[in-house]
């Protein structure tokens, strides 16, 4: 096909691609100043109704769903001849295709592009959508000012969930597919996209596509070192029985997301590199907040298990949080009413995302810690937090610490939650903690109390 100058308001600039059905050409939109990636249905298929359908069904489906994780539809029109063009985001950064081949990804990067995917495709599901095309070269980049994002694309085979058990055609790229989808007329439902995620997962990681089903070769086996979650999982979503599989984009998603978030480092290689630019941004906002980072490792429960050092300035108090969760910073957090009204001032909070600790609806994970005078009973501060139901209690005894600690093994689907009030035996001074995490590891927290140093 020859280069157009423009559809409608659009001045074309070059083809981005061809697929089965469509061209994709980058466009400008003069009026916004803004880059726009328009798709056209091929000429050959051009009169056939049905796929007319279907391009304008994926059209909707992309604008009714309006997702930061899925590619944005903003306008449909017919040019002259008849073809339909839907006028999309723009993906500048290529595909996860492309990132694979360029070579392997750190684990942690593999993981996070993971949970967007599946964020992605969670929405989708929520909309009553399976995708049933879910194969890295569908899966788009776009920069963003905090770096790459991830846009799930090309929706031609997607079909309404309730439509799922009237399938004729086997649609899907195999290799991606699931066993039930080579079967013509089998019926289908959102576990067939969570065998593709299975499969994605398996390339990103390894660099390598899964073997056709049923797939025996653990990723682990292609990546030493992996932790045995992660091989679980990826082999789970690729059961060939859907029963084996994780229910939906959603349990699959939330489980990519513990993994990422154990206190256990995933790789045992080259942390610190990996690591590193992250680190020394975080620490210079730590430092203008008054706090000091460093990082030790110690034996911590699992053997090997790194552990951020955070401390304020004043040097009061020294709370360890493992690395994974100390990518924000905040001291002068303030503590809750109730700890406040006990003579608690502003505390330490070292987390995955500080903005959102006190929403537990939202993940965030990671360790606040604050001083309280004497040795009140904390027993009323846990009883109003903010997890359904009522907490598991414990007693808390040490050569170091004696007290309670509060617990809610499942906190609103987002992790474990842990309130403690501990202090040193004869000592009037009361270390209060909050711990979020995103699975229940009471020794993580039994190791966390135990690190607290006070002066
Ligand atoms: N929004 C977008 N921004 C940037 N590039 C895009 C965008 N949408 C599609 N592309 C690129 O255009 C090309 C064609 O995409 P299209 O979705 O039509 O087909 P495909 O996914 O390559 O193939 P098929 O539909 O046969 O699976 C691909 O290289 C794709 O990466």
Known sequence: ?????????????????????????????????????????????????????RFLEEARILRQTDSTWLVAVHDVDVLPDGRPYMVMTYADQGSVADLVHRGQLPLDEALRLLTEIGQGITVLHGHGTIHRDIKPSNVLLQSSPVGQRVLVADLGFAKSIDEASGFTAAAGTPGYMSPEQSIPGGDLDVRSDVYSLGAVAYEL?????????????????????????????????????????????KTFTDRVRAIRMAPNPPENSSWWNRYRM????????????????????????????????????????RVGVPTAWAREFHSGQEARPALAAAGAGPGLLAATDADDWHSTDIPSYGVYATVVPGTPDLRGVAGTEPCAG???????????????????????????????????????????????????????????IEKVELR
Not at 225 to 245: F, H, Q, T, W, Y
Not at 282 to 301: E, Q, R
Not at 412 to 417: L, V
Request: net charge negative.
């Open 390 to 448: 009522a907490p598991e209690e414990r007693g808390f005894h040490s050569d170091g610490w004696e007290g309670m600690v509060w617990e809610w093994p499942e906190c609103n689907g987002n992790g474990a939650y842990s309130t403690v009030a501990v202090h040193p035996p004869g000592t009037p001074r009361t270390v209060y903690l909050e711990i979020r995490q995103p699975e229940y590891r009471p020794d993580v927290v039994d190791e966390i």
């Open 278 to 317: 992250p680190w020394q941004r975080a620490g210079a906002l730590a430092l203008a907040c008054g706090l000091l980072v460093t990082v030790v490792t110690a034996s911590f429960g699992a053997p090997g298990v790194s552990l951020a050092s955070v401390r304020n300035t004043t040097e009061e108090m």
């Open 1 to 53: 096909m020859s280069q157009p100058e423009a559809f409608g308001r659009y001045r074309v600039i070059r083809r981005l691609g061809s697929g089965s059905f469509a061209t994709v050409w980058l466009a400008q939109d003069d009026l916004l100043n803004y880059p726009v990636a328009i798709k056209v249905l091929a000429e050959n298929w051009a009169h056939q109704m049905d796929i007319q359908h």
């Open 205 to 249: 990681i390894t660099g390598r596509p899964p073997s056709r089903p049923p797939v025996r070769v653990a990723p682990g086996r292609i990546r030493p070192g992996l932790p045995p979650a992660l091989d679980d999982l990826i082999l789970s979503a690729l059961s060939v029985d859907r029963e084996s599989r994780p229910a939906d984009a």
